[in-house]
Nanobody
């Protein structure tokens, strides 16, 4: 069973960048498809980006495409979310999640979740 821990959140001005990390223990992350999700206060959780187990194919929501990049470092057993050109509407708690599906999907069902990391973008 994999355990996930997110880090890298914080307060940043609009236009700035952050890199979130999702570190795994208990198993190797390359056995899983990984998704990044976010939830802002009063809003539903949404899938942001994901990376597939079978071939590392990635998918991103239209709202973050060309600004956010998901990647996997197997040597560090970590998945990253590089977030550039941040906007106030990106403010949310960001979570990573894992499942064993061959291919990921935005908003995928996942049995394994991290505790979340807060991202706040000021205008």
């Amino acid at each position: 069973q994999v355990q996930l821990v997110e880090s890298g959140g914080g307060l940043v001005q609009a236009g700035g960048s952050l890199r979130l990390s999702c570190a795994a223990s208990g198993s190797t992350l390359n056995r899983y498809s990984i998704g990044w999700f976010r939830q802002a206060p009063g809003k539903a959780r949404e899938g942001v980006s994901c990376i597939s187990r079978i071939d590392d194919a990635t998918y991103s929501a239209d709202s973050v495409k060309d600004r956010f990049t998901i990647s996997r470092d197997n040597a560090k057993n970590t998945v990253y979310l590089q977030m550039n050109s941040l906007k106030p509407e990106d403010t949310a708690v960001y979570y990573c999640a894992a499942n064993v599906a061959r291919r990921c999907a935005l908003g995928m069902n996942a049995p394994y979740w991290g505790q979340g990391t807060q991202v706040t973008v000021s205008s």
